[in-house]
């Protein structure tokens, strides 16, 4: 089985459908996330990596191989940022 992401449960998040923010709290920052960083947000929420990169190429067209190295990237930097957790799978 392989890892899920979920939200840190210190993750703040506004999500009203056409914006989208996150920031650890108490004391942020706060990221304002654009359309694809907001669908890989959205994606990665109680989900696998390959699940991500699925919905991402589902939404986009573009070829795993070409998204999966800026995906990897950018899940890296909020889990090092404290707003996603990886928990390993059984």
Not at 22 to 39: H, K, N, Q, T, Y
Not at 55 to 60: D, H, L, M, N, Q
Not at 67 to 73: E, H, Q, S
């Amino acid at each position: 089985m392989s890892d899920t992401l979920h939200p840190h449960p210190l993750c703040g998040v506004f999500d009203d459908g056409a914006e989208l923010y996150v920031a650890r709290l108490p004391d942020g920052p706060i990221l304002a996330l654009d359309e694809v960083s907001a669908l890989i947000w959205r994606s990665a929420a109680y989900g696998s990596r390959a699940d991500v990169v699925a919905r991402v190429v589902e939404a986009t067209g573009e070829a795993p191989e070409a998204v999966r190295p800026y995906i990897d990237a950018f899940l890296d930097d909020l889990v090092s940022r404290g707003l996603l957790v990886v928990t390993p799978g059984v």
